[in-house]
């Protein structure tokens, strides 16, 4: 491959300037919208303009830049690559990030070998991946896909600050809608993420190739027993719901080990009364859980359900299981990905492909054109957190990917 591995320095560099952009001095924190958005948008346009590209921040806040392919026709169909620049807070460098650079950085480096491309190429820097600022999420995306809810303009952020005026105050004035393109715009939706996971480490990879973006259901957990004198109710009389619970949740943990591609997790878990004293007479838990496949998805809830029917039939006590988040998976476009795959392999490292557990903007753009996923391997798959890393070998791996994926697209595969 022809890439310097100065190339990787510039990478970090650029990350790193990015990662100066935070509302909070010590740490990176980078809602949507917010002065340190309209920086970083400022940066990555100033990056796009220099290597010749027609740039514009939409009506959503998406910085978005085009370069023209060897015919130069403004009408033709592009090849869009980017992730988000906004960030959870406190959050890492890299997620969302690096997906911005180093496509920017493909094309410095064709540029520098005299080499255009025969389609224009589109990089984005979503405006919203993470919906740190506002209750919904993908908004950026979302808005590009045309499946921007026109209500989510009235959502509040934490200072009483709607959507709109907060795009007002961007200086994005243009109707939501004129955000939205064509299916007819895109030759497909590519996306470089950290892997967020550790799978990669274990596989000894710096890439691997996405199949699918997982699924995920969610659940409110309710038991019901009986509350007590932790003195006087003798161990066999007791309604405990606490105990109940925990027996759930280690049996849904069972259950979700045995199934294939699923993961399940209980994340949080209340009681009451909460006395030290008291037998527990209600307790209610957390349940998310994820797969690619939205079959297992439905199989391993009809599993779970059954499974705590029994121990609530068992211990005598009222167990309800409440829905309240449902999002179908997406699985990646196979003739794309099996273009990113060959990139992958003629790039000289093994290929091996993974489902996404997190949530990406190629969900919300799966609706509008063909998309796929290279994730690149992060130190122990750790992300959301200042720790999150990249080496620069693995970021010169990524690169050396997207550049062979875009010198060998073909469009009639
Ligand atoms: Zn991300």
């Known amino acids: 491959m022809d890439t310097n591995p100065s190339a990787a320095d510039l990478i970090f560099d650029r990350i790193d300037e990015l990662a100066q952009l935070s509302e909070n001095p010590n740490h990176l924190t980078r809602r949507s919208l917010t002065p340190e958005h309209q920086s970083a948008n400022a940066l990555v346009g100033h990056w796009m303009q220099n290597i010749g590209m027609q740039v514009h921040t939409d009506a959503i806040g998406n910085i978005i830049g085009r370069l023209e392919g060897s015919d130069n026709d403004p009408n033709q169909a592009a090849m869009l690559i980017g992730s988000h620049l906004d960030t959870v807070r406190n959050a890492g460098r890299y997620d969302g990030m690096l997906g911005v650079v180093l496509p920017i950085m493909c094309l410095e480096h064709l540029q520098s070998h005299g080499e255009t491309l025969p389609y224009p190429v589109e990089i984005v820097g979503f405006c919203d991946e993470e919906g740190v600022r506002f209750p919904s999420t993908l908004l950026g995306s979302h808005a590009i896909a045309g499946t921007l809810k026109e209500s989510v303009l009235q959502e509040l952020d934490a200072d009483k600050i709607s959507m709109q005026e907060a795009l007002n105050a961007f200086g994005v004035t243009a109707p939501i809608d004129s955000a939205t393109r064509q299916p007819g715009d895109f030759l497909g939706f590519v996306e470089c993420h950290i892997e967020q996971g550790p799978v990669l480490e274990r596989e000894d990879l710096p890439v691997g190739l996405v199949t699918a973006i997982s699924g995920a259901s969610r659940f409110n957990i309710k038991v019901i027993g009986k509350a007590g004198h932790a003195g006087t109710v003798p161990m066999g009389l007791r309604k405990d719901a606490l105990a109940g619970a925990c027996e759930c949740i280690v049996e849904i943990e069972k259950l979700c080990t045995s199934l294939h591609d699923l993961v399940g997790t209980v994340g949080q878990i209340k009681a009451k009364p909460g006395a030290e004293n008291v037998i527990p007479g209600e307790v209610s838990f957390s ?124 469009l009639d595969t």
């Open 287 to 410: 349940l998310d859980l994820r797969s690619s496949d939205d079959n297992h998805r439905a199989y391993a809830t009809a599993q779970i359900e059954e499974a705590l029917v029994k121990i609530a039939k068992r211990r005598q006590l009222q167990i309800t299981v409440q829905n309240t988040y449902s999002a179908k998976g997406v699985r990646c476009d196979s003739w794309l990905s099996g273009q990113l795959g060959n990139a992958v392999k003629s790039a000289g490292y093994r290929l091996h492909s993974l489902p996404s557990g997190a949530g990406h903007d190629a969900m919300a753009l799966a609706s509008l054109t063909r998309v796929a996923m290279l994730f690149v391997r992060c130190k122990d798959g750790l992300s959301h957190h200042p720790d999150e890393s990249i080496t620069k070998e693995d970021a010169l791996a990524a690169l050396n990917v997207m550049i062979t994926f875009l010198r060998q697209f073909e």
